[in-house]
């Protein structure tokens, strides 16, 4: 189930930040990730810590994107809250994907677009309320925003 805590979260981890110091090369071995790198970033897993990006050319996982690094953290860590504002629209689908399988709960500062990816079920922990539409979600969304 994907939980939003929307606004200031001081417990909420940065994700690009949290991941530089704490990835391991092993995550990058799940398919999951492997579809989020060429889906988020436009960039495919090699091996090791070599990943081919459409735009950079060879790069380490220390040159992702923030929302990607934030992303993964999230699929890695479920039990953690990661402050989800560094991820962009292109981050939206995934969030509901792995929500599907795993409870996980992120920060967010921002409305997100979920709008192309109804029907979903999204818990918003700041009003104890599950949303399965946008328009839920919106309303919800821009009190606390």
Known sequence: MLKIV??????????????QYNYEITWFHDELVQKMIES????RYIDGEYIESEVLGP???LNLSGGLKT???IY???E???DATSCGGNCAKWLIEMGKDKDITINLKYIMRF?????FEIFIVNENRYVRTNEEYVD???KYI
Request: glycine share 6%; hydrophobic share 40%.
């Open 140 to 142: 919800l969304a821009i």
């Open 71 to 73: 992303l993964i953290s």
């Open 115 to 119: 709008r192309d990816h109804q029907p």
């Open 80 to 82: 953690l809250v990661f």
């Open 40 to 43: 988020v970033d436009k960039s």
């Open 6 to 19: 929307f606004g200031e979260n001081e417990k909420a981890l940065y994700g690009p930040v949290w991941f």
């Open 76 to 78: 890695e860590n479920p």
């Open 59 to 61: 790069i380490s996982p």
